[in-house]
Each structure stands twice: as structure tokens, then as C-alpha cells.
């Protein structure tokens, strides 16, 4: 069988990337294994840079069950030369700023409970004064609910800061990175000063969907993991290792995860089973269940 020599360039580049970077070394020669096997049967022949990129997709985490290990069309051209790491920030800080900093929606609910629909998590550096109005409106209800329902992710920086207005102090470990590249383990913990009151002592329920995904998934496994937050709704994408995003052609992207998250209480982290809730509903449904259970507690308080 012919192999398309296009195709196999690209294989031959997002292989290489996987192989130098990708935080577990251990699985890379079975995902190229995995790979070249596919290619040598002829499963990617006759394919669209599109469905090619699908389907190595689906390969690629068939191997090795990582949601972030990834081959993605960008339907507009991209520079090959790689991408300094301040011009890839300015782009998310832009793309924060357009969100309002991932705070959708903040309100006081029937029964004093406050309501936060937060969708991504961005850079504390520039946007702890949003957060800080946020956690302000909310500070005298008798329940929070936390909406990730629709959140994509965003910075651990940003997990981190949110996080510490549920705990009483910075005294709280929160998470920790490893990172391949440098061979280095950083923390993450609660802040010891905050621009606006702690949210202490009283509920917190914290919705998900299959959609949340990463750093949405980490505030959901760290307030879970410390007993601070019961989760509501759907089981969550299970996306846990910082991603390095690579150009092999103009119109072609391999995802490469260079460094892989690991809590202090559980050891572990959600990659590939995501975030499991307390209280299982449809996500549709996960408002009126979580609204339901803060009430319910009240009453009996």
C-alpha cells in the first residue's frame, strides 16, 4: 500500500513533538506504535487535513487515554515559527478581558443564595479586582453556588486564587505541577491576604457538565478534595496536564501535554476520568438539585 507522503510528514512531526515533550515518556513509544500502525493499514488514506486530524485524534488518545493529546485543524493559516511564550499570554489575556475575566453572571437567589457563573479561570496578575467584586456582591448570602458548567479552563494561578476564598488562611496546598521540560515541581496554596471577604462557614456547591474541562476541572477536584464544596451534575471532561500547542503545517496543531498536576490529598489528579460530582444530575438539572439541598440544609440549620 501507498502511503501519502504529505500524511506521513505530518505523523513524522507531531510524533516527534509527542516523543521530546509529552510528560509521561514512558507511553510515547506505544503511541507511536499505535500511529505508524494505523498508517501502514491505510486508515488515513484519502483524508481531509480535517478528518485526518480526527481521526489521529481518537488514535492518539485510544493509546493513551490523555483528552489533551490532541492533532486540531486551524482553519486559518499560523505561523510555523514558534510562538514566545508573552505573544501566546497577550492572546489569552485579550480573550479574558472579552469575558470579563470568566465572571458571567453574579446573583442573589431566592433563599440568600449567591450564584457565581464563572467560564474561564484567567490570570489573578490582572483580574483579582473582578474576582474580588464577585466574592463582594456575594459575601452575606447563606449558600454559594459555583457554575462551571461552561467553563474551558484557564490558568492554575487563577484556580489557586479562587480557591483561597473558601479557606480560612494561606495554610491550605492546594495542588502541585510537575513539569517535564525543567524537571521541577511547583505548589500551589490558599492566599494569605485577599482583596475581598473569605467565604467561610457556610455551603458551597460547585455545578459541572461534561463540558468542564481543565483548570475548571482543578477548582472543582481541589474545593472536592478538601471537603470545602459538594459537587453537582454531570462527571466532568478529565483534562489535568498544562498543554504546549504546536504548529507542524499552517493548518495543522499538535496538543502535547508537558506537564501533569498531582493534589496533595488524593495523590492523584482527574486526567482521563474527570471530576466525579457528590450529587449526580443532568447538567440541565444541576441548579434546581443544588438549590434544593442548600435549602434543605438551611432549614434544618
Not at 502541585?176 to 473569605?198: E, G, N
Not at 486526567?271 to 447538567?283: Q, S, T
Given at each position: 500500500?501507498?502511503?501519502?507522503?504529505?500524511?506521513?510528514?505530518?505523523?513524522?512531526?507531531?510524533?516527534?513533538?509527542?516523543?521530546?515533550?509529552?510528560?509521561?515518556?514512558?507511553?510515547?513509544?506505544?503511541?507511536?506504535?499505535?500511529?505508524?500502525?494505523?498508517?501502514?493499514?491505510?486508515?488515513?488514506?484519502?483524508?481531509?487535513?480535517?478528518?485526518?486530524?480526527?481521526?489521529?485524534?481518537?488514535?492518539?488518545?485510544?493509546?493513551?487515554?490523555?483528552?489533551?493529546?490532541?492533532?486540531?485543524?486551524?482553519?486559518?493559516?499560523?505561523?510555523?515559527?514558534?510562538?514566545?511564550?508573552?505573544?501566546?499570554?497577550?492572546?489569552?489575556?485579550?480573550?479574558?478581558?472579552?469575558?470579563?475575566?470568566?465572571?458571567?453572571?453574579?446573583?442573589?437567589?431566592?433563599?440568600?443564595?449567591?450564584?457565581?457563573?464563572?467560564?474561564?479561570?484567567?490570570?489573578?496578575?490582572?483580574?483579582?479586582?473582578?474576582?474580588?467584586?464577585?466574592?463582594e456582591l456575594l459575601a452575606l448570602t447563606s449558600a454559594l453556588v459555583l457554575d462551571?458548567?461552561?467553563?474551558?479552563?484557564?490558568?492554575?494561578?487563577?484556580?489557586?486564587?479562587?480557591?483561597?476564598?473558601?479557606?480560612?488562611?494561606?495554610?491550605?496546598?492546594?495542588?502541585?505541577?510537575?513539569?517535564?521540560?525543567?524537571?521541577?515541581?511547583?505548589?500551589?496554596?490558599?492566599?494569605?491576604?485577599?482583596?475581598?471577604?473569605?467565604?467561610?462557614?457556610?455551603?458551597?456547591?460547585?455545578?459541572?457538565?461534561?463540558?468542564?474541562?481543565?483548570?475548571?476541572?482543578e477548582l472543582a477536584y481541589n474545593l472536592q478534595a478538601n471537603k470545602r464544596a459538594?459537587?453537582?451534575?454531570e462527571t466532568t471532561r478529565g483534562g489535568a496536564h498544562p498543554t504546549a500547542r504546536?504548529?507542524?503545517?499552517?493548518?495543522?496543531?499538535?496538543?502535547?501535554?508537558?506537564?501533569?498536576?498531582?493534589?496533595?490529598?488524593?495523590?492523584?489528579?482527574?486526567?482521563?476520568?474527570?471530576?466525579?460530582?457528590?450529587?449526580?444530575?443532568?447538567?440541565?438539572?444541576?441548579?434546581?438539585?443544588?438549590?434544593?439541598?442548600?435549602?434543605?440544609?438551611?432549614?434544618?440549620?
Open positions: 500500500m501507498t502511503i501519502n507522503a504529505d500524511t506521513a510528514a505530518i505523523l513524522d512531526s507531531a510524533l516527534a513533538r509527542i516523543t521530546a515533550g509529552y510528560v509521561f515518556p514512558e507511553h510515547t513509544t506505544a503511541i507511536e506504535t499505535a500511529i505508524r500502525g494505523h498508517l501502514a493499514a491505510g486508515a488515513y488514506e484519502g483524508l481531509a487535513a480535517p478528518e485526518l486530524c480526527a481521526a489521529v485524534t481518537a488514535h492518539l488518545q485510544e493509546a493513551c487515554p490523555d483528552k489533551h493529546l490532541r492533532l486540531l485543524y486551524e482553519q486559518e493559516p499560523q505561523s510555523m515559527e514558534e510562538e514566545p511564550e508573552e505573544v501566546a499570554s497577550a492572546r489569552f489575556e485579550a480573550r479574558c478581558v472579552a469575558a470579563n475575566f470568566g465572571v458571567e453572571r453574579v446573583e442573589r437567589l431566592d433563599g440568600n443564595i449567591g450564584y457565581l457563573d464563572l467560564r474561564l479561570i484567567a490570570d489573578p496578575a490582572t483580574a483579582a479586582r473582578t474576582f474580588a467584586a464577585a466574592m462551571l458548567r461552561k467553563n474551558i479552563g484557564g490558568l492554575p494561578e487563577g484556580v489557586a486564587l479562587w480557591c483561597s476564598y473558601f479557606f480560612p488562611d494561606g495554610d491550605t496546598h492546594l495542588n502541585d505541577v510537575y513539569d517535564r521540560k525543567t524537571d521541577s515541581t511547583r505548589q500551589y496554596w490558599t492566599s494569605t491576604h485577599l482583596p475581598a471577604p473569605r467565604y467561610l462557614d457556610r455551603p458551597v456547591y460547585v455545578l459541572t457538565s461534561a463540558s468542564t474541562f481543565s483548570a475548571g476541572e459538594t459537587l453537582v451534575g504546536i504548529a507542524v503545517t499552517p493548518h495543522i496543531t499538535v496538543t502535547v501535554p508537558t506537564a501533569r498536576a498531582v493534589n496533595p490529598v488524593t495523590g492523584t489528579n482527574w486526567e482521563g476520568v474527570g471530576v466525579v460530582p457528590d450529587i449526580a444530575v443532568p447538567a440541565d438539572r444541576a441548579l434546581d438539585a443544588a438549590g434544593e439541598d442548600a435549602l434543605r440544609g438551611s432549614a434544618a440549620a
